[in-house]
């Protein structure tokens, strides 16, 4: 098990309060088996905390407009938002009652977002306060993780509070 913290190696419960007091995270899922054994093996290092926001973000990126950063070339249509609205809103709540099962979470917010997955990780976060956002990494190295990007990447170097990512294996 590997977890990198960026809060000058503290734990999360030591870096994100001053003891007694209770965190607001922010979990991320994409509703893979390995997102969900990430959170898993990460939700025990956790302080006790007083809100638990479960969130998934529906891409609407389009694969062919992407570049090496994971940022699109071009925005996204307005339609994306809409149709993610409609279907995605099906597919988003099955990826978060899954992963709330899965964990055995009670009294987690829900929420699903349309978007850029690192971007939007990123303006939840900052949106509810979160003392800490906990992500998994699927551990994709070299060319391939240069070319394609990566969300948990974008979230470390941009968010706005310590960030807890839970490697593969």
């Given at each position: 098990?590997?977890?990198?913290?960026n809060?000058?190696g503290?734990?999360?419960?030591?870096?994100?309060?001053d003891?007694?007091?209770?965190?607001n995270?922010?979990?991320?899922?994409?509703?893979?088996?390995l997102a969900?054994?990430?959170l898993?093996?990460?939700?025990?290092?956790?302080?006790p905390?007083a809100?638990m926001v479960?969130?998934?973000v529906?891409?609407?990126?389009?694969?062919?407009?992407?570049?090496?950063?994971?940022?699109?070339?071009?925005?996204?249509?307005?339609h994306?938002?809409?149709?993610?609205?409609?279907?995605g809103?099906?597919?988003?709540?099955?990826i978060?009652d899954?992963t709330?099962a899965?964990?055995?979470?009670?009294?987690?917010?829900?929420?699903?977002?349309?978007?850029?997955?690192?971007e939007?990780?990123?303006?939840?976060?900052a949106?509810?306060?979160?003392?800490?956002i906990?992500?998994g990494?699927?551990?994709?190295?070299?060319f391939?993780?240069?070319?394609?990007g990566?969300?948990?990447?974008?979230?470390?170097?941009?968010?706005?509070?310590?960030v807890?990512?839970?490697?593969?294996?």
């Amino acid at each position: 098990m590997r977890l990198e913290v960026n809060c000058d190696g503290l734990g999360v419960a030591d870096c994100c309060n001053d003891g007694d007091m209770e965190i607001n995270v922010l979990l991320c899922t994409d509703g893979s088996e390995l997102a969900i054994a990430a959170l898993r093996d990460a939700l025990p290092v956790l302080a006790p905390t007083a809100r638990m926001v479960l969130l998934t973000v529906e891409s609407v990126v389009d694969p062919d407009h992407q570049t090496g950063t994971g940022f699109t070339i071009s925005p996204g249509s307005p339609h994306d938002e809409a149709q993610i609205a409609t279907s995605g809103d099906r597919a988003a709540k099955k990826i978060l009652d899954d992963t709330m099962a899965a964990l055995g979470l009670v009294g987690a917010e829900l929420m699903a977002k349309p978007g850029t997955p690192g971007e939007m990780i990123c303006e939840v976060a900052a949106a509810m306060n979160a003392d800490v956002i906990v992500i998994g990494t699927n551990g994709r190295r070299g060319f391939r993780r240069a070319f394609v990007g990566s969300t948990s990447d974008h979230v470390v170097r941009h968010a706005v509070c310590p960030v807890l990512v839970q490697g593969a294996g």
